[in-house]
């Protein structure tokens, strides 16, 4: 098992900094304001001898009520997980009596302790380290996380003191099947870090009524009947216009990086507030990306019968479009039908990265055309030859022919649908290319090389 390190300390001495530094990535939100970071991100550090698990945290303020308290709460999971702390200080603001309060608690906690003071650049380490000498922690290190300066050093050290895992405990760490990346998207406060929470069984996101509580995309890994998942927890994504907050700016970039990132989507609805501008804007914005899909409609516990058949109606009415994906009813406070979605997105993940055989794809494009032909174009036919396989995640089937320039997008969408029903695949968009020219599976040619009218080709002069 590789080792886990949680970054602590009061809010806005660079604990995010000092992440993305180590990681090497931007994946924990960086700004100029105390309290950005609320929820635990993870990630593997890139840095120092070997690799590590790091955990980002929020700022701890003191205080135990409303918004502080839950991070408070999320910060003492991080630190009871951890082999190893790193308590950050601001090596410019000097020591604070916030400081010495966390250094205090965190002796108590009895975990390994390391002191770092950051942002030290163009200071002496000497001097800056005597102030904070008085907190009584023999292990300290001066580093500047914005600049890499002593981050390399730090992880050295660190690393040393913590025992190297078994070898062989890293082989038997080997996944036997691939991880699934899921992302859980959808407008502010429709319950999706409840939803994750209810997957990996305790309490690792924030939820509250309070819309735009998860502001990073987050991810945790966990495993259910068998299989590998890494979840993706993001923030509410909501139109532009209401996109005031620079926090909130870079939480929508995290989202959709999410998405990118990610093999599976499901987007969570609410149920009781019906299908929005919003939900049909975000929805778009997954179908650019390619990735499979899985609608889940959440809060459906308690609906009356007829706000139930006004919601499927609004459902059959507004995503029309989305008829290869499936949609779950579920109540992601109570568990129900998050079983069922599950199943679901394990479905849509396999369509999404199915192998297609050259031949079996070419077949169907055969019975597809004899059962209904392109249209004509100035009264010549298009053709269509044969088909192989683009891409996946995607799934992206290549068609190779004449005029293709002139296939009707209808034909399209007739080609993609009979490649769905023939091939099962469900819970992901397909796209289909056309491209014209020779079939590159063709042998070359021995001869000398004929024009079609039958004369020699000369060589241009």
């Known amino acids: 098992m590789l080792p886990v390190i949680a970054l602590v300390g009061r809010p806005n001495v660079g604990k995010s900094t000092l992440f993305n530094s180590l990681t090497r990535t931007r994946n924990a939100l960086v700004a100029d304001m105390p309290g950005l970071t609320r929820d635990r991100q993870y990630g593997i550090s890139q840095r120092g001898p070997r690799p590590c698990v790091l955990v980002d945290t929020g700022g701890l ?151 735009g509580t998860t502001r990073d995309s987050v991810a945790a890994p966990f495993e259910r009947d068998g299989q590998r ?83 499927k109606r609004d459902l059959d009415w507004r995503l029309n479009f989305l008829d290869f994906a499936k949609i779950h009813f579920i109540s992601a406070l109570h568990g129900t039908g998050v079983g069922e979605l599950m199943v679901s997105v394990r479905e849509a993940y396999a369509a999404a990265t199915r192998k297609l055989a050259t031949p079996e794809l070419t077949r169907i494009l055969e019975e597809a055309l004899a059962a209904h032909q392109p249209p004509l174009v100035h009264g010549h036919s298009i053709k269509l030859r044969y088909a192989h396989q683009g891409g996946q995640n995607p799934p992206m089937i290549v068609i190779h022919g004449n005029r293709i320039e002139h296939v009707p997008e209808a034909y399209r969408r007739y080609l993609t649908n009979v490649y769905r029903k023939r091939l099962d695949l469900w819970g992901t968009p397909i796209r289909i290319e056309f491209r014209g020219g020779d079939n590159p599976y063709k042998p070359a040619s021995t001869g000398r090389g004929r024009s079609k009218a039958g004369g020699h080709r000369k060589a241009g002069r």
């Open 61 to 211: 303020t003191g205080d135990d009520e409303g918004m502080d308290g839950l991070v408070a709460r999320q910060v003492w999971r991080a630190i009871e997980e951890a082999d190893l702390v790193l308590l950050l200080v601001d090596g410019r603001a000097g020591l604070t009596a916030a400081d010495e309060e966390i250094a205090d608690q965190l002796r108590r906690a009895g975990k390994p302790l390391h002191l770092v003071i950051n942002k030290g650049e163009h200071r002496d380490p000497d001097l800056l380290s005597a102030e904070f000498h008085v907190l009584g922690l023999d292990e300290l290190h001066v580093v500047a996380a914005a600049h890499n300066q002593g981050v390399e050093d730090l992880m050295e050290e660190v690393l040393a003191v913590l025992p190297t895992p078994d070898e062989t405990d890293e082989a038997a760490a080997e996944p036997e099947e691939p991880t699934i990346k899921l992302a859980v998207v959808g407008r502010p406060n429709v319950g999706k870090s409840t939803l994750v929470n209810r997957l990996l069984g305790e309490e690792r996101m924030l939820a509250c009524d309070l819309p």
């Open 229 to 311: 998942y890494v979840l993706m927890d993001t923030a509410g994504v909501r139109r532009r216009s209401r996109v005031s907050e620079a926090v909130e700016k870079f939480s929508v970039i995290k989202a959709l990086q999410a998405i990118e990132q990610s093999h599976v989507v499901v987007l969570v609805l609410d149920a009781r507030q019906g299908i929005s501008d919003q939900d049909a804007s975000l929805l778009g914005l997954v179908l650019d990306s390619g990735r499979a899909l899985v609608l889940a409609v959440n809060k459906w516990d308690r609906l009356d019968p007829e706000i139930r058949t006004q919601v």
